[in-house]
C-alpha cells in the first residue's frame, strides 16, 4: 500500500496563478481531509469529505475549492494564488472517521505564492 | 469554537532527562478527544498518544505519558528517559466527537534533546 500519496512535493505559484493540489489513497478509506499548516503553526482544516461527492468546508476554506468523484482522489484547487496561501498542505483520510481510528497523513505539498 | 494554547514555544533537555509540555484548550463540549502529534524534520504528522475525555485514566504509551486535568482544560504532555529521536514539534489537538476527525490544532512546542 502506497498510503496517502500527495503530488507536487513543491511548486511556486505568482500571485494570480491557479493550481491543483493532488492527493489520492489506496486505502479505501471514506474520509479525507485537508489541511494547511502555516510557518510556525499548527495545522488547520480546509475543507473534508466524508465520501464521494459529499464535501464540506473546514476551518480556513476562503480561496479553496474541493471535489471528490472518487473513494480515492480529493484535489484541492486554489483559483487565485495570494501570499497569504503560501503553507504547507497536508492531505489526510481514514475509514470510518471514528476518533478512535488511526488518522493517516500525506507527506505534505510546500506552497510558496510570490 | 474551540481553541487549544501551546504556552512553550521552544524547550531543550538532555537526553535522559524527563520533559513536560503543557497544554490548555477551552470547550463547551462534553465528549472529546485529546491528542498529541510528534512532527519530525521530515514533515510527516506521527499520532504519540490520545485521550478519551470520558476516562478519568491517564493515557501512557511506552515513555509518553498525559496528565489530563478536564476541569482546568490542561493536557500535558510527559515524555520520559528522553531519547535524541525525540527532537521534533510536538502538538496538541483537540476533536469534538461527532462524525469526521476534524482537528483543532495548538501552535506547537519544538522541543530539542541535546546529547
Known amino acids: 500500500n502506497a498510503g496517502v500519496t500527495q503530488t507536487p512535493k513543491f511548486r511556486i505559484l505568482k500571485i494570480g496563478q491557479s493550481m491543483t493540489l493532488q492527493c489520492t489513497q489506496d486505502?479505501?478509506?471514506?474520509?479525507m481531509y485537508w489541511y494547511r499548516q502555516d510557518p510556525g503553526m499548527g495545522l488547520k482544516l480546509i475543507y473534508y469529505s466524508v465520501g464521494a461527492g459529499i464535501t464540506d468546508k473546514g476551518e480556513v476554506p476562503n480561496g479553496y475549492n474541493v471535489s471528490r468523484s472518487t473513494t480515492e482522489d480529493f484535489p484541492l484547487r486554489l483559483e487565485l494564488a495570494a501570499p497569504s496561501q503560501t503553507s504547507v498542505y497536508f492531505c489526510?483520510?481514514?475509514?470510518?472517521?471514528?476518533?478512535?481510528?488511526?488518522?493517516?497523513f500525506g507527506s505534505g505539498t510546500q506552497l510558496s505564492v510570490l | 469554537a474551540q481553541t487549544v494554547t501551546q504556552s512553550q514555544p521552544e524547550m531543550s533537555v538532555q537526553e535522559a532527562e524527563t520533559v513536560t509540555l503543557s497544554c490548555t484548550y477551552d470547550t463547551s463540549e462534553n465528549n472529546y478527544y485529546l491528542f498529541w502529534y510528534k512532527q519530525p524534520p521530515s514533515r510527516q504528522m506521527i499520532l504519540v498518544i490520545r485521550?478519551?475525555?470520558?476516562?478519568?485514566q491517564n493515557a501512557t504509551e511506552n515513555r509518553f505519558s498525559v496528565n489530563f486535568q478536564k476541569a482546568a482544560k490542561s493536557f500535558s504532555l510527559k515524555i520520559s528517559d528522553s531519547q535524541l529521536g525525540d527532537t521534533a514539534m510536538y502538538f496538541c489537538?483537540?476533536?469534538?466527537?461527532?462524525?469526521?476527525?476534524?482537528?483543532?490544532f495548538g501552535q506547537g512546542t519544538r522541543l530539542t534533546i541535546n546529547p
Open positions: 485521550q478519551e475525555a470520558y476516562k478519568q
Open positions: 489537538a483537540f476533536m469534538k466527537q461527532e462524525g469526521a476527525q476534524k482537528l483543532v
Open positions: 486505502m479505501n478509506h471514506n474520509y
Open positions: 489526510a483520510s481514514s475509514y470510518s472517521g471514528q476518533p478512535n481510528e488511526k488518522l493517516f
